[in-house]
Structure formats: structure tokens, C-alpha cells
């Protein structure tokens, strides 16, 4: 089973940016879509990105223009890229193969407040 282990998370002030990492701990994670998904208090885990082995990336509509995706295969990294950051942006944020399979990480808090 693969472990995912999220960080870069943190308070920001809106309009600003932050990027996440992700660490699998095993290569077949190369073979996986991957997914960041993020969960804010009281509502359900939604999709936020999404990334193919090969590269191909895409984007639920509230972050399209703000977020970008990103993969190192050879170090085993997912990457979120966040800019233009709002308070709506604030949740605990995780990734896994999209669809999800296995168990999830500790997931890294993201806050945007003035």
C-alpha cells in the first residue's frame, strides 16, 4: 500500500499563494492518475486537481486560473501550486490516485485570512 504524506500548508493572507507537496512512498505511484482533493470543516472531500502519469492536467472550475498541478515521477512528488488564494481556498488539503485508493494522509491545513 502506498503512503502519502502532505505539507507546505499554512496561513496566508488572501490574494496570496502557497505550494503543496506531496511524498509517495512508492514508485507504482508513477503509474497512478493523481488527485489533490481538500475537505473544509463541515463540508464533504472534493476533487480540486488532477494530473495523468503522462503530465495531462485538469481542474475543477473554482480553482481553474489559480491552482496548477504538477508531478516529479523520479522523486516520487505531487505538487499544488496555489496563487490568488481566497478565504473560500481554506480547508485541509490531501492527495491520493484519483479515483482515491487506500488510506489517506495526514493532509496539510491550508487557512487564508487577513
Known amino acids: 500500500q502506498v503512503q502519502y504524506v502532505e505539507s507546505g500548508g499554512g496561513l496566508v493572507q488572501p490574494g496570496g499563494s502557497l505550494r503543496l507537496s506531496c511524498a509517495a512512498s512508492?514508485?507504482?505511484?508513477?503509474?497512478?492518475?493523481m488527485g489533490w482533493y481538500r475537505q473544509a470543516p463541515g463540508k464533504e472531500r472534493e476533487l480540486v486537481a488532477g494530473?495523468?502519469?503522462?503530465?495531462?492536467?485538469n481542474y475543477a472550475d473554482f480553482v481553474k486560473g489559480r491552482f496548477a498541478i504538477s508531478r516529479d515521477n523520479a522523486k516520487n512528488m505531487v505538487y499544488l501550486q496555489m496563487n490568488s488564494l481566497t478565504p473560500e481556498d481554506t480547508a485541509l488539503y490531501y492527495c491520493?490516485?484519483?479515483?482515491?485508493?487506500?488510506?489517506w494522509g495526514q493532509g496539510t491545513q491550508v487557512t487564508v485570512s487577513s
Open positions: 491520493n490516485p484519483r479515483p482515491p485508493l487506500g488510506s
Open positions: 512508492r514508485s507504482i505511484f508513477r503509474i497512478y492518475n
Open positions: 494530473i495523468t502519469p503522462g503530465g495531462t492536467t
